[in-house]
């Protein structure tokens, strides 16, 4: 037995017969003669096991319980009660006292009391030592999870990444063939056609490179203090000269929403995103007649710092284009888009701790809404505010 034992009674006999008897037993023990005294050595030796008298002078048993569970909650504490003192025995167990034990102090009870401390000493390291080693457990699978994940992530990139690759590069060889036939034929038919695929395909290049820089760029956010309406004026003014171009009527409404912290420039570059997409569905859908129309609007949304709203009249998509559209490289562009510039839009509004979903009908446009918390991102400072 290595458990250090705290004996505390006001009798100055019981605790030399007694102690000298728990000592024999292999504990290691020390006495007080008072709660004020035990309170003291309970501090220098941290015992494991305390047994009191439940009726001293200057500080009843109870009384002692109660600050050394305030102490040391795992402390095991055994009362000594005499045969009247029933009622405090109850209420020390109430108090989580470990057992009592009645005077005249009989030793084959006092073991029973001591083997059921030692017991629940025992079962409490056990179970510490358990939950120790399944928090251990759970950080291992917890780490090689998210590296496989990791790997998983980045192979689904490189696959993806490979596959954009390759119909550039497919694309590239059909012109590089069309513009020989051309050479070859002296066709200036064959050669404008054999041109403009190879420009269309390296402005594709040009395009996937800037959507892979722009993706590591907003692998970290810079969030601010700011309004919640300036990215939308922001990108409204870099895309409004491509809808004038393309006859399309670009709208917006804007709703005054409070202030919060968040990315400015990213969600900015989300809402690029949107609106070029918005753009490219109304220009393939302006052979059906219909009114060419992007529509982009700020709201509050309850429990939500800002919605914000993308809508066109534009080529829309059926349910199983829609349910792809933030997968990495998936692009409903053709040959035009990279399929990076949505991933790249759900990623930031995810970082952001926000929701993104769309709504579309084939023939009858689109509409992606996205809200952003507004506790998102660092604490109010408001040296930072203005």
């Known amino acids: 037995m290595t458990e250090t034992i705290l004996l505390v009674d006001d009798e100055a006999g019981i605790r030399k017969v007694l102690g000298l008897a728990l000592a024999d037993q292999g504990y290691t023990v020390h006495s007080a003669g008072c709660g004020e005294d035990a309170l003291q050595k309970f501090d220098e030796v941290n015992p494991q096991i305390v047994l ?9 048993g109870i009384t002692l319980l109660q600050k050394i569970k305030q102490k040391n909650s795992d402390t095991e504490v055994i009362v000594f009660t005499g045969q009247a003192d029933m009622d405090l025995a109850i209420q020390s167990l109430k108090h989580d006292a470990t057992d009592f034990v009645t005077k005249p102090i009989d030793d084959e009870i006092l073991q029973i009391a001591l083997r059921r401390a030692r017991e629940r000493i025992t079962m409490r390291n056990q179970i510490r030592e358990y939950t120790v080693h399944l928090e251990r457990l759970v950080e291992l699978k917890a780490r090689k999870l998210i590296e496989a994940e990791r790997m998983a992530a980045i192979g689904q990139t490189v696959a993806g990444l490979s596959h954009t690759i390759k119909n550039i590069a497919g694309g590239l060889r059909g012109g590089i063939f069309v513009l020989g036939q051309g050479i070859d034929r002296d066709d200036k038919k064959y050669l404008l056609e054999g041109w403009e695929m190879i420009k269309g395909n390296v402005d594709k290049i040009r395009g996937l490179s800037l959507d892979l820089l722009n993706y590591g760029k907003y692998a970290e956010l810079n969030q601010e203090y700011c309004d919640p309406n300036l990215p939308v004026r922001d990108a409204v003014a870099a895309m409004g000269s491509q809808a ?3 006859n399309i009527e ?3 409404e804007l709703e005054a929403l409070a202030s919060f912290r968040f990315d400015s420039e990213a969600i900015q570059r989300c809402l690029l995103n949107l609106l070029a997409n918005a753009i490219d569905a109304c220009e393939d859908n302006r052979s059906s007649g219909q009114r060419c129309r992007v529509h ?3 709201k509050a949304a309850a429990g939500w710092g800002a ?7 534009g080529c829309g998509m059926d349910d199983a284009v829609a349910a792809k559209i933030f997968q990495g490289f998936f692009s409903t562009k053709g040959t035009r888009g990279t399929g990076i510039g949505l991933m790249m839009t759900k990623k930031i509004i995810d970082r952001h701790g926000g929701e993104i979903d769309v709504k579309s009908q084939k023939g009858a446009g689109s509409t992606f809404t996205f809200r952003l918390p507004s506790n998102a991102g ?3 400072d408001p040296e930072t505010s203005s």
């Not at 009191?52 to 009843?60: E, G, L, S, V, Y």
């Open 52 to 60: 009191t008298d439940i009726k001293m002078p200057d500080m009843d």
């Open 307 to 313: 919605e914000y709203r993308v809508s066109d009249t």
């Open 378 to 380: 660092l604490p109010f």
């Open 250 to 252: 670009l709208d917006v």
């Open 244 to 246: 004038v171009d393309g």
């Open 296 to 298: 982009i609007q700020t």
